[in-house]
């Protein structure tokens, strides 16, 4: 059962990744990623990360997903003639090698008798209550630090969207 | 039946390697961008999956400090393409070429 929908979901976000690089129009593009990323969240939940599933589905598809789709809608693009950069043979060929060699290396590298057990894992992972507890105790510096980032990102928007500072 | 965890793995790498052909042949900047989204994504499911294999809350908080940094990545990523539509009427990479020697 659970191989099974790993399978649909690993399925439907191959397919919507491939199709997001293919799609001609970026708002095409946009909505296939938003798949995409319903499809980890699933993936997500699976592995009983919780918390993490949920903020994916809240931040990633919600927030800036609808940021990316505002801005398409503002800049109403029209894509010209040859979707694909002016140096797409050498380019195309480093993509598909560096395709081939992450599947070659993926497999070779990982073979499943050899990888150690899966540990058994607490009551609550992965939960509201563990996360947060672990986030404000052993990880409270990198936390603070990325509201310094943040703060610093929305300071950095403002000067950069503002026609005259 | 349990998952194994290669499996995550391949499922992974493939949409890494996915979205760096994306980011290596498109020309649309706003494109581009979702390619590295994408594979800021993949890079989070080998966390979780990792974490939940050892586990290990630890994957958890380095994939909640990546969509941190996803978030403002995408607050002035999107700030400095409108900017550039702004002046040069165009978000194609191939004709964004001002530094270029």
């Keep these: ?165 | 039946m349990e998952v194994p965890l290669n499996h995550y793995l391949i499922l992974s790498g493939l949409l890494f390697t996915i979205g760096v052909v994306g980011v290596l042949t498109r020309r649309n900047a706003l494109i581009v961008y979702m390619c590295i989204e994408l594979m800021l994504n993949a890079v989070n499911l080998t966390f979780i999956a990792f974490s939940r294999h050892l586990g290990d809350m630890g994957g958890h908080m380095f994939t909640f400090m990546v969509m941190t940094v996803a978030a403002s990545e995408a607050a002035v990523g999107l700030a400095i393409i409108i900017s550039l539509f702004r002046n040069r009427q165009t978000v194609d990479v191939d004709d964004v070429n001002l530094l270029k020697g």
């Design chain 1, 1 to 165: 059962m659970q191989l099974l929908m790993f399978y649909g979901f690993g399925f439907f976000a191959l397919f919507a990744a491939v199709g997001m690089v293919m799609s001609r129009q970026p708002v095409m593009s946009a909505l296939l990623l938003i798949v995409n990323m319903f499809c980890l969240a699933g993936l997500y939940a699976m592995l009983n990360a919780h918390l993490i599933a949920v903020l994916q589905l809240l931040v990633y598809a919600g927030a800036i997903m609808v940021l990316v789709l505002f801005v398409i809608m503002l800049l109403n693009l029209r894509e010209k003639q040859g979707i694909i950069s002016k140096h797409q043979v050498a380019l195309q060929a480093v993509g598909i090698m560096a395709l081939g060699f992450f599947i070659i290396s993926v497999i070779a590298k990982l073979d499943p008798s050899k990888l150690p057990p899966s540990k058994a894992i607490g009551a609550g992972f992965g939960t509201v209550v563990v996360v947060g507890r672990i986030l404000f105790t052993d990880y409270i510096l990198p936390f603070e630090i990325a509201s310094v980032l943040l703060l610093a990102a929305i300071v950095g928007a403002v000067i950069l969207a503002k026609s005259k500072v």
